[in-house]
């Protein structure tokens, strides 16, 4: 079977999708992404942009970080808010707030000569302070329901189990293994 490509730019999550995918390679591929509240909307305009520019298979995702007293900031704009405030600034708009319920999304689209669409949540919270070095982005913050630990505190196995994409990424295994 043909290798699958994993469109994306994020070592990070390329590296939780090898860890449940053998088959597959991390492709840098610039492509727009539109502005939506919806994730599954800007896969799917990514996956038209790429369809006829990359030998398929090839996958890829949109993720973020959804936090409940903040009116789901940043969603669709967690990479540009982390880029400027990091962690950091989400525990100071956080400080003193009691309702720190958040959720992670993942949105994967799958292009095989048709697309397939793969969604994954998690619920957690955000710590009142960083922990952990592993992982990337927002891990050292958030906790996922059932743990006392944040992402960063573990390994990426254990992440997988509990995780957004690692959600999305066993839907698109069963995809896979069945077709
Ligand atoms: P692509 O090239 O795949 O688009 P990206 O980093 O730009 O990589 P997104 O546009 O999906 O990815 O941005 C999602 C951001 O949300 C990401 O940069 C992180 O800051 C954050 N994020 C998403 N999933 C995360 C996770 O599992 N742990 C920590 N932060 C996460």
């Known amino acids: 079977m043909h290798k699958i490509f994993f469109v994306t730019s994020n070592k990070g999550k390329f590296s939780e999708a090898e860890k449940k995918?053998?088959?597959?390679?991390?492709?840098?591929?610039?492509?727009?992404?539109?502005?939506?509240?919806?994730?599954?909307?800007?896969?799917?305009?990514?996956?038209e942009f790429l369809k006829e520019k990359i030998r398929k298979p090839f996958f890829i995702e949109d993720s973020g970080l959804f936090i409940d007293v903040l009116n789901n900031f940043p969603g669709p704009f967690s990479k540009y808010v982390f880029n400027k405030i990091g962690c950091k600034g989400i525990l100071k708009l956080m400080k003193n707030e009691k309702n720190r319920n958040a959720v992670f999304k993942s949105a994967i689209g799958y292009y095989d000569g048709e697309t397939k669409m793969f969604e994954g949540i998690c619920e957690g919270r955000i710590s009142t302070r960083m922990s952990g070095k592993k992982g990337f982005g927002y891990d050292p913050i958030f906790i996922p329901?059932?743990?006392?630990?944040?992402?960063?505190?573990?390994?990426?196995?254990?992440?997988?189990?509990?995780?957004?994409?690692?959600?999305?990424?066993?839907?698109?295994v069963k995809h896979i293994q069945k077709s």
């Open 21 to 47: 995918i053998k088959n597959i390679e991390q492709k840098s591929f610039d492509y727009p992404e539109i502005r939506s509240e919806n994730l599954g909307e800007i896969v799917v305009y990514g996956i």
């Open 145 to 172: 329901k059932n743990s006392d630990k944040t992402f960063a505190q573990m390994d990426i196995g254990e992440k997988n189990i509990y995780s957004h994409r690692g959600n999305a990424l066993t839907k698109l």
